[in-house]
């Protein structure tokens, strides 16, 4: 994407610290981060989305920051937001915290209004946010820009791969491992592998259950290079993600990155890029599947004979999150 300086919080498991390497980037508290946005000269500032409600103190505090930095200077910076929640937001509030509908919409109505371009990386994302703002294109200058990534240039991509399942993700119950392990036990496949790779609080409990399977492997948290190497010899990676509490699965990053390499994928409906998969040959679980349904879909997607560059010719030319992140600089 274009140069900028990444400013962040905290580290999650999908943090790439190498990557960071690559750009301008600092770890900073709540107040560093608004005197730096209000001191900086910036053309353009990217927040986090409105959707995460945990962040709404901060919104408000860099917000207000960099309007004022930029009145004071008398020049103008555009605040943007790339959007991919595709959850219900209101709903989550009532149901954990007891907020009315009409105060967490009229607060999401509030924030989204004060940024000036906003891209949406699925049309889930678009959808969810019209809930908050039926007007939103009258305040806000918003595109849809579908997040699909383009061919990963770590290596060939095979013409051939065995029949194999690859997870790649935090070992926790809202990514759907515990449905996967559940689906596996019933799936019976002759000759089929799975490969479980990641870190998380249901580590013990995969560790037992894969040793005792002589059809699985676990490897725990190794290097992005290892990552990338089982997406290129994996056939199938899966990401049946879990609705929980306020969170909802806005891509996935395993959708994405099994995507570049050529993998089909087997996902729950919960992605917002669940239409996306089933329109170009993919295997969408609807929620609630019971483990036989799971196992169907996992023995189709290891029974088709497409090739990985079938999947990979379906991609753009290049990262639809470049795209955007074009767009929302233009």
């Not at 995460?52 to 020049?75: D, E």
């Amino acid at each position: 994407m274009q140069p900028s300086t990444l400013v962040y919080r905290t580290e999650n498991y999908s943090f790439d610290e190498v990557l960071a390497q690559s750009v301008a980037h600092r770890r900073l508290s709540r107040l560093a981060t608004a005197r730096l946005l209000f001191r900086g000269h910036w053309d353009v500032i990217e927040l986090n989305e409105p959707t995460m409600v945990k962040v709404w103190p901060s919104l408000v505090i860099y917000i207000a920051s960099a309007r004022l930095g930029a009145f004071i200077r008398r020049s103008r910076t555009e605040i943007v937001c790339y959007a991919i929640d595709n959850a219900d937001v209101s709903a989550c509030l009532l149901s954990r915290k007891h907020v009315p509908r009409f105060i967490s919409k009229w607060v999401m109505r509030r924030l989204i209004r004060r940024y000036d371009r906003v891209a949406f990386g699925t049309q889930g994302a678009r959808q969810a946010y019209a809930e908050y703002d039926t007007h939103l294109d009258r305040h806000v200058d918003t595109a849809v820009i579908e997040q699909l990534p383009s061919v990963c240039d770590c290596g060939n991509v095979d013409d051939y791969r065995r029949p194999s399942v690859l997870f790649v993700s935090s070992l926790e119950r809202r990514k759907g491992i515990s449905e996967l392990m559940a689906a596996w036990d019933d799936l019976r496949y002759e000759g089929a592998y799975l490969t479980i790779i990641g870190k998380g609080p249901l580590e013990p409990e995969v560790s037992a259950w894969a040793a005792s399977r002589a059809d699985v492997s676990l490897v725990i948290d190794p290097p992005r290079a290892a990552v990338h190497e089982a997406l290129r010899s994996h056939k199938v990676v899966s990401l049946l993600s879990q609705p929980q509490d306020c969170w909802r699965e806005q891509v996935g990053l395993p959708i994405v990155e099994g995507l570049s390499h050529g993998c089909l994928v087997v996902a729950s409906e919960e992605t917002g890029v669940a239409s996306w998969l089933s329109e170009h040959g993919h295997f969408v679980v609807r929620r609630g599947a019971s483990k036989a349904e799971i196992a169907d879909k996992l023995r189709s997607a290891l029974d088709s004979d497409r090739s990985p560059k079938s999947i990979t010719d379906q991609l753009p030319h290049r990262h639809m999150r470049v795209a955007a992140d074009d767009w929302l600089r233009g």
